[in-house]
Structures are given as structure tokens and as C-alpha cells.
């Protein structure tokens, strides 16, 4: 499968973007789906996901009230709408698929395919 972000981009402080992850080849009900952020020097974190069957949401705890995980009734995108944005949420974002059963993983080997990333920048 493969994954296109789209979305990032400038915001300041207090602001909302909303990023999309459009799979091609295959939905995101064969896989669990998650979002993750990069910045220089630190290791890549996880920020949300969603198991194949989209029964749960998981967040890691300084987005959690923020941001929400969603895709549409195609499985075929995954969203992350974020909300109250703060300086530190800045990073590139990259969205993963993963075969994980009915979970969802935190460790970012766990997922087989990754988009490219998109840039969010969030001023104070």
C-alpha cells in the first residue's frame, strides 16, 4: 500500500490543521493506521492510531483532548484534525499502516509502510 500525506503547513499557536493519509492499492482495513512526528535529533514519536476495525483511538498523552483520528467510510484515508496547537507540536508527521491484528503499536518498526511526511509549524 502506499500512503500520501497531505495537509501540514504554518499555524500559530492556538490554531487547528487537519492532515489527511490516502492510501492507494489497498484500505486501511486490512491495516492499523497511525500518525507519528519526527523532529531533528530526537526519535521519531508516536502521536495516534486506529486499529483495522477503527473500534478504538489511541493518543499519546500530551495531544490527547487536542487531536482526533478519524477516516472516512471508504478506508481509504486517514485523518488527524488538530486542535489547540502549541509550538512543541511542531514536526514533520508522517502517517504509517501496519499488519497488527486488532491493535495498534507505539514502536514505529511495527508498521510496514510509511508516507513521505508533511511539515507542520506551529509560531508562538
Known amino acids: 500500500v502506499q500512503l500520501v500525506e497531505s495537509g501540514g503547513g504554518l499555524v500559530q499557536a492556538g490554531g487547528s490543521l487537519r492532515l489527511s493519509c490516502a492510501a492507494s492499492?489497498?484500505?486501511?482495513?486490512?491495516?492499523?493506521a497511525a500518525w507519528f512526528r519526527e523532529v531533528p535529533g530526537k526519535e521519531r514519536e508516536f502521536v495516534s492510531g486506529m486499529p483495522r476495525d477503527g473500534m478504538s483511538e489511541y493518543y499519546t498523552d500530551s495531544v490527547r483532548g487536542r487531536f482526533t483520528i478519524s477516516r472516512d467510510d471508504a478506508k481509504t484515508t486517514v485523518f488527524l484534525q488538530m486542535n489547540s496547537l502549541k509550538p512543541e507540536d511542531t514536526a514533520v508527521y508522517y502517517c504509517?499502516?501496519?499488519?497488527?491484528?486488532?491493535?495498534?503499536?507505539?514502536?514505529?518498526?511495527?508498521?510496514?509502510?510509511w508516507g513521505q511526511g508533511t511539515q507542520v509549524a506551529v509560531s508562538s
Open positions: 492499492g489497498r484500505t486501511f482495513r486490512s491495516y492499523a
Open positions: 504509517a499502516a501496519g499488519i497488527l491484528g486488532l491493535s495498534i503499536s507505539r514502536n514505529p518498526v511495527e508498521y510496514q509502510f
